[in-house]
């Protein structure tokens, strides 16, 4: 089983910056895919920002050039590097890893969300 523990989030003016992480434990042989989906009230889940084992990246247009993903395999974190933060960026924001376990399973997980909250 994988578990997934985010931490950061809280509140930030417009402009102002915030980091979140994430972490993953657990039956990991190795980690695909991590990734940062967010969700405003009344909205569907949406994806911010995706890494992939090489490091390649992508993210939603909303947040090109204000946002960073990165990621430190040794750690099996991954970050999101939010600056220049807009009323728009309000939001419960999850991590999602995808995992191949040690049973050689593919195998998902989300955290329990970090609330964003931006405001002045």
């Known amino acids: 089983q994988v578990q997934v523990v985010e931490s950061g989030g809280g509140l930030v003016q417009p402009g102002g910056s915030l980091r979140l992480s994430c972490a993953a434990s657990?039956?990991?042989?190795?980690?695909?895919?991590m990734g940062w989906y967010r969700q405003a009230p009344g909205e569907q889940r949406e994806l911010v920002a995706v890494?992939?084992?090489?490091?390649?990246?992508n993210y939603a247009d909303a947040v090109k050039g204000r946002f960073t993903i990165t990621r430190d395999n040794a750690k099996n974190t991954v970050y999101l590097q939010m600056n220049n933060q807009k009323t728009g960026d309000k939001a419960v924001y999850y991590c999602?890893?995808?995992?191949?376990?040690?049973?050689?399973?593919?195998?998902?997980?989300w955290g329990q969300g970090a609330q964003v909250t931006v405001s002045s």
């Open positions: 999602n890893v995808k995992v191949i376990s040690f049973f050689r399973r593919r195998e998902g997980a």
């Open positions: 890494i992939a084992s090489g490091g390649s990246t």
């Open positions: 657990g039956s990991i042989f190795s980690i695909n895919a």
